[in-house]
């Protein structure tokens, strides 16, 4: 087994709940695309980050069966972690601040992977919900309080690569960001919280607690 940490982001007020993270903080001990592929489909974490270079906040992110240029729990995670003001990406570069509990990453909208955002008319009815079959990446979401902002959501990637529900998912709440047009503070899975925003320059933020598994 590759030696790694594991970080759980987006945890809920209590410090319960987030959504696992692998991170190889050794990237160059795992230095082929095919290997880091294979070491995330062993570790089988919805995400797992491998660090090129902890000063300049270089990172690699994989899902159990693909490579991804930006996601967002790896980023918070990593970012946090790391303890460094930005991330290079295969996307581009991440910008990181820290607010209080909170730690938060910026970027484009349109790193974020594509995603249905399916709105429901109550959070009892996405409590509800049964996992769709492989296919389709869901993004199940309903207004707690469309006037404080606040959401209910869960997250279903239809990969079919172990994955039938992601804990909490930075991408997909970017993206409802956007498409909403204001910072919104979701909760997701089994109790987890992401809180987002929209930078002045349009890049749009989200964040959250993160804690050491154990």
């Known amino acids: 087994m590759t030696e790694h940490e594991v ?5 809920g007020p209590d410090g319960g709940h987030g ?11 795992v230095p082929g695309e095919r290997d880091r592929q294979a070491v995330a489909r062993e570790l089988g974490f919805s995400e797992t980050v ?8 270089a990172i690699d992110i994989y899902t159990p069966g693909l490579r991804l240029p930006f996601a967002g729990h790896p980023c918070v995670g990593t970012a946090w972690l790391l303890g460094v003001d930005r991330l290079v990406t ?17 970027a484009p909208a349109a790193w974020a992977p594509p995603r249905t955002l399916r709105r ?16 389709e990446w ?7 309080d469309e006037a404080a902002g606040t959401v209910r959501a869960r997250a279903f ?12 998912t930075g991408a997909a709440a970017i993206l409802l ?7 919104l503070t979701i909760t997701q899975g089994r109790g987890s919280q992401l809180v987002t925003g929209i930078t002045p320059d349009g890049l749009i933020e989200v964040g959250g607690r993160v804690r050491r598994a154990g």
């Open 138 to 144: 869901i993004y199940a979401w309903a207004w707690q």
């Open 7 to 11: 970080l759980h982001v987006f945890c």
């Open 177 to 183: 960001t956007a498409e909403l047009g204001r910072g």
């Open 19 to 29: 959504n696992a993270l692998g991170v190889v903080r050794d990237g160059a001990a």
């Open 90 to 106: 295969a996307a581009g570069v991440v910008g990181v601040r820290r607010d209080g509990a909170f730690t938060r990453i910026a």
């Open 120 to 135: 429901h008319a109550t959070p009892a009815e996405v409590d509800g919900l049964a996992v769709p079959p492989p296919g």
């Open 50 to 57: 491998f660090v090129d270079d902890a000063r300049r906040g």
């Open 157 to 168: 990637p239809g990969r079919d690569d172990g994955i039938d529900e992601d804990e909490a």
